[in-house]
């Protein structure tokens, strides 16, 4: 079977204490798979080690065929990434923003792209708003369009409408959902969102205290736990995780 | 590696479009050429006045701060692009895209390189309009000195780039703090002999030093300084490998640590 993504052995650790503890994960072409878990379960420290911003302490990630971080650059050409905590760079209005991320993902004429991207999530309004006028959601809109321009291979969203109101929160889902049926787009996700899981993802991995603790279809894994939802799910882990959580990556340090 | 000129391209327009809408930002480009200009332009007149001295003090002053503005134009550019990345939290965004770090690097040197040119075009202007200084009278042997100033700018850009991958945002003060070290280290209005004596060693083992007393023989009217020239070139490369080593070094510390989510 042919991976988008092989991840072997990931552990990263934080001033001693553990964020990810030997972590494995392969996802298949065309899978869409939901990375959840309570806070500090290591969902965001894995994404950016899959995605090479961070060095993993010991594993091996590779990326559509390319391994990290010796073929970043080729790997990342293949890849989206978006996330409700980013924001747009400043002083650049939206289309700048997004011819930007055009040229850096090697389109050849950007501006068909852009408007295509800004007229999948609704969103033609703000072509040429500044980024820095934008609300939460909407630069998360954007983030995602920015994300999707290039029409990756897989793209991998972290909390993507953690900020969005239920209607905007919607549209996104179906834009998503849609985009990665119609273009084959392999799609990897965290969201403490879980009807929202439950209804773009096909698969889910369950992390607690930096380990996978269940991996397999929405259904299965509810099933596993003996509970219905995944909600409730979620809520026996991050019970079980009350008031653990690993440190975060250093925060300062001075000269 | 596959070097991608339309990458390189992408961060040039990314920094026109931020120094455009950012009025503050021409202060570097063109307020502070002209202070400076002025300022040390009139140092030496008032200088030349008070001693006799004639005006070969002015023009020391002067070609001194055109050439300073060389090395500061170049590492400000690079060294504030960067950080700009940084103050609008865009790190991550780049970072998981193709773009090579070195792509980068290149796209806002390429574009620091526009921003000198205005810059030292000012200097130049103030300096011809206001006290008659032609910085073409230097002759064409300022541009071997130029080239190299320009590198000493690059490479201290590179040591503050890694500070700020390492220590973070409170590493800033850096990029103003090393280049006003480098300033009076390098003899650029003075020869390295008026230095306190203890400082001396530190100064002729500076790639900047042996460029500014370049500068001086051809003001002074001699022969094109070639020694000068050859020490300033091995000293700029020298330098060069120890800052791309330096950056290579933060850039992996940034990584293992995960400090990339200090700027997300």
């Known amino acids: 079977m042919g991976y988008v993504l092989q991840a072997e052995g990931l552990t990263k650790a934080f001033r001693g204490v553990r964020a990810v503890d030997g972590v494995d994960l392969r996802i298949a072409a065309g899978e869409r798979v939901g990375l959840l878990g309570p806070n500090g379960a290591g969902k965001t420290t894995t994404l950016l080690m899959l995605l090479g911003a961070i060095t993993p302490d010991t594993g091996t990630v590779e990326v ?40 850096l993902y090697g389109i050849d004429d950007p501006e068909p792209q852009v408007q295509a991207g800004l ?60 985009m990665c049926r119609d273009d084959g787009i392999t799609l990897l996700i965290t969201s403490h969102n879980m009807v929202e899981v439950e209804r773009v993802c096909d698969r889910v991995v369950f992390l607690s205290a930096g380990r996978v603790v269940a991996d397999g279809r929405t259904d299965e894994v509810a099933a596993r736990f003996g509970i219905d939802t995944l909600e409730d799910v979620f809520l026996q882990l991050a019970g079980a995780r009350e008031l653990d959580l690993p440190p975060e990556p250093e925060e300062t340090s001075r000269p | 590696m596959n070097l991608s000129w ?30 400076d200009t002025l300022l040390f332009g009139s140092l030496g007149v008032f200088v030349a006045r008070q001693t006799g001295a004639g005006r070969a003090g002015v023009s020391y002053l002067l070609a001194g701060i055109l050439l300073f503005h060389v090395i500061y134009q170049s590492q400000i550019s690079v060294s504030v692009g960067f950080m700009e ?107 390295p002999s008026a230095l306190p004596a203890f400082l001396r060693p530190i100064s002729y083992a500076l790639p900047s030093t042996h460029a500014f007393t370049a500068a001086h023989r051809l003001l002074d009217g001699r022969a094109m300084p070639w020694h000068e020239i050859t020490l300033a070139a091995i000293g700029c490369v020298i330098f060069a490998l120890l800052a791309l080593a330096f950056l290579l070094r933060m850039l992996r510390v940034f990584r293992q640590r995960g400090f990339v989510t200090r700027f997300a």
């Open chain 2, 6 to 35: 339309r990458r390189i391209r992408a961060v040039v327009i990314r920094h026109y479009h931020v120094l455009w809408r950012s009025p503050h930002r021409w202060f570097d480009v063109l307020v502070w050429p002209i202070v």
């Open chain 1, 64 to 103: 559509l065929g390319h391994a990290l971080p010796r073929e970043r650059s080729e790997a990342m050409q293949g890849v989206g990434f978006a996330a409700g905590y980013l924001p747009l760079p400043e002083r650049l209005r939206v289309r700048e923003v997004l011819s930007m991320f055009a040229e």
């Open chain 2, 85 to 191: 990345e940084t103050w609008s939290r865009n790190l991550l965004n780049l970072m998981v895209t193709p773009l090579r770090e070195v792509e980068y690097v290149a796209g806002v040197a390429l574009f620091g390189l526009a921003k000198l040119v205005l810059g030292i075009g000012v200097v130049a202007l103030a300096a011809w309009g206001f006290y008659s200084f032609a910085v073409s009278d230097v002759g064409w042997g300022l541009i071997p000195i130029a080239a190299e100033l320009l590198l000493v700018g690059w490479v201290i850009s590179l040591f503050v780039i890694g500070l700020v991958l390492r220590f973070g945002q409170s590493a800033e003060v850096l990029a103003w703090g090393l280049m006003f070290m480098a300033m009076p280290l390098s003899g650029v209005f003075y020869p």
């Open chain 1, 119 to 178: 007229e999948r999530f609704g969103v033609t309004h703000l072509r040429d708003a500044m980024g820095s006028e934008l609300s939460s959601g909407q630069r998360t809109v954007i983030g995602i369009v920015k994300a999707t321009l290039h029409r990756p291979r897989l793209l991998v969203l972290d909390e993507p409408t953690a900020s969005l109101d239920p209607d905007v929160a919607q549209r996104v889902r179906n834009g998503i959902a849609r």
